[in-house]
């Protein structure tokens, strides 16, 4: 068997001969190597030259007290576990060495062989655990760093691409309405249509840089919220009221359940607003017959409030359902493309209700209709649980 | 009939935001830069002005810091219109953009001509 070199990884320090010897002796079969000596010279030379992970020393000793040496590595080397070797039971000294030369253990002469062995094991795993602990602790700050980083130029770049887009967009779209609204003279019905479609899509656009823009910023945390405790249902009925003409134009119905106990509740209003117009939006676009439903539900003794928006429209398909509150995920529909969405409001739906404290969630079944719900929570009792 | 000055260093929507403004029977002018420009408007005498604020040289928020400085232009009203969003020395919040601690109204672009229209009628008339 050929026998690999050990390392060395523990420095013993006595002025004793007799005691060094012992020593050397002792460590024979431990699977590291000891370096072992009278001198502090040597023992200096040893530390700079070795990975010494343990550093035993004496207390009394002609050259240089055991105290003032432990201090020297702490100052030098502070990642070495460091030992008193002493023969007193000599508490101000133990005291002493604590404190400046932050000492690990004690070990006392005469020593056992099998304590000897166990603590300076001990010590070693002591060395090895921080030194993972540590290098753990800087990987981790680098990729904090480096994510920080990442973040700053997402977030520059997003704004920069932004105010890129909407500029030129701006002239695009002032033009076009300027014609369509015929302020700039009379159009033939059919160029009314032709620039009737440009403007639908110019307006799309302007919606995903919008949209764009309000998911990054939630995604971010930086989207300031400003929560006021206000009655639900009034910002539903206005929502209702602002989109009532496009169901009717469409011959769905609208019905409207609101529990009149629903508490007040702590939201942002204009936020709120954004998730009924999405999910409002979506029923009105995904429904051909029938109507939606919209109900507020008082749930006090779960502590929170409910609201549903819920449709007799086509349904989502099983497979889609685990995809619906993602980004840029929309469902492909043979039937009508005409009002194209972002593929974003309802990942910016889930951002808003969540930053509420609440959730929401789908049901639905295909032919059937589906059912969009989310839960805001009633404040007294978040502040009561705090 | 109102007088109403664009500074704006775009100028297809600076034109384009003029003659929205002309039919609705408003007088308009435009600048293409805030760079010393006080003599300007001294001159013009504008009811309202509508103010980029990326633009190059002084921006829109330094062209409002300088009018504050005149006695005759510091009580122009100015309307932000801007396709500025996140971040930067200003930060839209609403219902407008802060300069040193005055909140200015503001119109993101794209804008609604129905929107612009509004601002405009509602800042000069109260």
């Given at each position: 068997?050929?026998?690999?070199p050990?390392?060395?990884q523990?420095?013993?320090?006595?002025?004793e001969?007799?005691?060094?010897?012992?020593?050397?002796?002792?460590?024979?079969r431990e699977?590291?190597?000891?370096f072992?000596?009278?001198s502090?010279?040597?023992?200096?030379?040893?530390?700079?030259?070795?990975?010494?992970?343990?550093?035993?020393?004496?207390y009394?000793?002609?050259e240089?007290?055991?105290?003032?040496?432990?201090?020297?590595?702490?100052d030098?080397y502070?990642?070495m576990?460091?030992?008193?070797?002493?023969g007193?039971?000599?508490?101000?000294?133990?005291?002493?060495?604590?404190n400046i030369?932050?000492?690990?253990?004690?070990i006392?002469?005469?020593?056992?062989?099998t304590?000897?062995?166990?603590?300076?094991?001990?010590?070693?795993e002591?060395?090895d655990?921080?030194?993972?602990?540590k290098?753990k602790?800087?990987?981790?700050?680098?990729s904090?760093?480096?994510?920080?980083?990442?973040?700053?130029?997402?977030?520059?770049?997003?704004?920069t691409?932004s105010?890129?887009?909407?500029?030129?967009?701006?002239?695009?779209?002032?033009?076009?309405?300027?014609?369509?609204r015929?302020?700039?003279?009379?159009?033939?019905p059919?160029?009314?249509?032709?620039?009737?479609?440009?403007?639908?899509?110019v307006d799309?656009?302007?919606r995903?840089?919008?949209?764009?823009?309000?998911?990054?910023k939630m995604e971010?945390?930086?989207l300031?919220?400003?929560?006021?405790?206000n009655?639900?249902?009034?910002?539903?009925?206005?929502?209702?009221d602002?989109?009532?003409?496009?169901?009717?134009?469409?011959?769905?119905?609208?019905?409207?359940?609101?529990?009149?106990k629903?508490?007040?509740?702590?939201?942002?209003?204009?936020?709120?607003?954004?998730?009924m117009?999405?999910?409002?939006?979506?029923?009105?676009?995904?429904?051909?017959?029938?109507?939606?439903t919209?109900?507020?539900?008082?749930?006090?003794?779960?502590?929170?409030?409910?609201i549903?928006?819920k449709?007799?429209?086509?349904?989502i398909?099983?497979?889609?359902?685990p995809?619906v509150?993602?980004?840029?995920?929309?469902?492909?529909?043979?039937?009508?493309?005409?009002?194209?969405g972002t593929?974003?409001?309802?990942?910016?739906?889930?951002?808003?209700?969540e930053?509420?404290?609440?959730?929401?969630?789908?049901?639905?079944?295909?032919?059937?209709?589906?059912?969009?719900?989310?839960?805001?929570?009633?404040q007294?009792r978040?502040?009561?649980?705090v | 009939m109102a007088?109403i000055?664009?500074?704006?260093?775009?100028?297809?929507l600076a034109?384009l935001?003029?003659?929205?403004?002309?039919?609705?029977?408003?007088?308009?002018?435009?600048?293409?830069?805030a760079?010393?420009?006080t003599?300007?408007?001294?001159?013009?005498?504008?009811?309202?002005?509508?103010?980029?604020?990326?633009?190059?040289?002084i921006?829109?928020?330094?062209a409002?810091?300088?009018?504050?400085?005149?006695?005759?232009?510091k009580?122009?009203?100015?309307?932000?219109?801007?396709?500025?969003?996140?971040?930067?020395?200003?930060e839209?919040?609403k219902?407008?953009?802060s300069?040193?601690?005055?909140?200015?109204?503001?119109?993101?672009?794209?804008?609604e001509i129905?929107?612009l229209l509004?601002?405009?009628?509602?800042?000069?008339?109260?």
């Amino acid at each position: 068997m050929e026998l690999m070199p050990k390392e060395i990884q523990v420095l013993f320090l006595d002025d004793e001969e007799s005691i060094i010897d012992g020593i050397q002796r002792l460590f024979i079969r431990e699977p590291y190597d000891i370096f072992a000596t009278t001198s502090v010279a040597q023992a200096r030379e040893a530390l700079a030259k070795y990975k010494i992970k343990v550093v035993v020393s004496d207390y009394r000793m002609p050259e240089i007290s055991g105290t003032n040496f432990l201090r020297e590595v702490k100052d030098q080397y502070p990642e070495m576990v460091k030992i008193l070797f002493t023969g007193y039971t000599d508490f101000s000294a133990a005291e002493e060495a604590i404190n400046i030369g932050e000492v690990y253990r004690f070990i006392n002469k005469p020593w056992k062989t099998t304590e000897m062995l166990s603590t300076i094991r001990q010590c070693i795993e002591h060395y090895d655990l921080l030194l993972k602990a540590k290098t753990k602790e800087e990987e981790l700050e680098l990729s904090n760093k480096k994510l920080t980083a990442m973040y700053e130029l997402q977030k520059e770049f997003t704004s920069t691409v932004s105010h890129e887009l909407r500029t030129p967009l701006a002239s695009i779209k002032t033009a076009i309405d300027l014609v369509v609204r015929k302020m700039v003279g009379d159009i033939t019905p059919e160029q009314e249509e032709v620039l009737g479609r440009a403007k639908k899509n110019v307006d799309r656009l302007k919606r995903l840089i919008d949209d764009i823009l309000d998911l990054t910023k939630m995604e971010s945390g930086k989207l300031q919220m400003n929560f006021v405790i206000n009655n639900l249902n009034q910002v539903i009925s206005e929502t209702i009221d602002a989109q009532k003409d496009v169901a009717a134009s469409r011959g769905l119905y609208i019905k409207l359940e609101l529990d009149d106990k629903l508490p007040p509740v702590p939201f942002d209003s204009d936020r709120i607003t954004q998730v009924m117009n999405n999910l409002l939006n979506n029923a009105i676009k995904f429904t051909k017959t029938g109507g939606i439903t919209i109900s507020s539900v008082n749930k006090v003794d779960s502590n929170h409030v409910v609201i549903a928006v819920k449709d007799t429209g086509r349904g989502i398909a099983q497979s889609w359902m685990p995809k619906v509150f993602e980004k840029f995920q929309q469902m492909e529909s043979k039937e009508s493309n005409e009002e194209g969405g972002t593929g974003l409001g309802l990942a910016i739906c889930r951002q808003i209700v969540e930053r509420h404290g609440g959730k929401i969630q789908v049901e639905s079944q295909e032919g059937v209709g589906t059912t969009f719900s989310f839960i805001l929570p009633i404040q007294e009792r978040r502040l009561s649980r705090v | 009939m109102a007088k109403i000055l664009i500074i704006d260093d775009d100028h297809d929507l600076a034109n384009l935001t003029k003659i929205t403004l002309t039919k609705n029977g408003y007088k308009v002018s435009i600048l293409h830069s805030a760079d010393n420009i006080t003599d300007e408007i001294k001159t013009l005498k504008p009811d309202l002005i509508l103010m980029d604020i990326m633009m190059p040289g002084i921006s829109g928020a330094e062209a409002v810091r300088n009018l504050k400085g005149h006695p005759q232009l510091k009580s122009i009203p100015v309307i932000f219109l801007t396709g500025l969003v996140l971040g930067g020395e200003e930060e839209i919040e609403k219902p407008g953009i802060s300069v040193d601690g005055q909140m200015y109204q503001t119109l993101g672009k794209p804008y609604e001509i129905d929107e612009l229209l509004a601002v405009v009628s509602k800042t000069l008339n109260g």
